[in-house]
């Protein structure tokens, strides 16, 4: 089976900083896209960003300039480094991967459980 880990999570103050980062394991032949989604209390989960097995990288427009998506394929893990945070940043932040178990197969889609970002003085 496969399985996405979070880690990183926790309490800062509005301006600071925190990098969360998501391990994939198990067996599978390939990761495509990977992705960082979050949801606050009373809201729908949202797509934070998105990169590509290329590099390619997509942000929402609230946190563009703010947070920077990064992948290290040789250790399977992506990473969000979030900056000048705020407190409508606050919310559970889940990592989200394409995953492939063979060249021919389309991709299924993996959710870890989640970490909580909370900003707050």
């Known amino acids: 089976q496969v399985q996405l880990v979070e880690s990183g999570g926790g309490l800062v103050q509005p301006g600071g900083s925190l990098r969360l980062s998501c391990a994939a394991s198990?067996?599978?032949?390939?990761?495509?896209?990977m992705g960082w989604y979050r949801q606050a209390p009373g809201k729908q989960r949202e797509l934070v960003a998105g990169?590509?097995?290329?590099?390619?990288?997509n942000y929402a427009e609230s946190v563009n300039g703010r947070f920077a998506i990064s992948r290290d394929n040789a250790k399977n893990t992506v990473y969000l480094q979030m900056s000048s945070l705020k407190s409508e940043d606050t919310a559970v932040y889940y990592c989200?991967?394409?995953?492939?178990?063979?060249?021919?197969?389309?991709?299924?889609?993996?959710w870890g459980k989640g970490t909580l970002v909370i900003v707050s003085s």
């Open positions: 989200n991967a394409e995953i492939s178990n063979s060249w021919f197969s389309d991709g299924m889609e993996y």
């Open positions: 990169i590509t097995s290329g590099g390619s990288t």
């Open positions: 198990g067996r599978f032949f390939s990761i495509n896209a």
